[in-house]
């Protein structure tokens, strides 16, 4: 069965570091682009972050550009999020997503999410 499993959120204060993990299993990871989201109270779903299959190219959104990173383990079927300098803004629940385009249609999965919470 296809998983994506989500961990590392938590509690942590304006300026401090998190990092997110995002186990793969199900499927085969090296195939799919990797992406993270968040989603705010009161705010639709917002891409953050994305990372191509072979982790040679990466894209951000422009409010954390300069302090995530995404990276990704293929050996290990999984994709981080380091986030630095983190701010209250920051604080929503964060989704792990993979996604594969194939002539006709395009597939996608998603993780069950994690609370990151950044306040003092």
């Known amino acids: 069965q296809v998983q994506l499993v989500e961990s590392g959120g938590g509690l942590v204060q304006p300026g401090g570091s998190l990092r997110l993990s995002c186990a793969a299993s199900?499927?085969?990871?090296?195939?799919?682009?990797m992406r993270w989201y968040r989603q705010a109270p009161g705010k639709e779903r917002e891409l953050v972050a994305a990372?191509?299959?072979?982790?040679?190219?990466?894209n951000y959104a422009d409010s954390v550009k300069g302090r995530f990173t995404i990276s990704r383990d293929n050996a290990k079927n999984t994709v981080y999020l380091q986030m630095n300098s983190l701010k209250p803004e920051d604080t929503a629940v964060y989704y792990c997503?993979?996604?594969?385009?194939?002539?006709?249609?395009?597939?996608?999965?998603w993780g069950q999410g994690t609370q990151v919470t950044v306040s003092s």
């Open positions: 997503n993979a996604e594969r385009s194939v002539p006709g249609h395009t597939i996608n999965y």
């Open positions: 199900g499927f085969t990871f090296s195939s799919y682009a």
């Open positions: 990372i191509t299959p072979a982790g040679t190219s990466t």
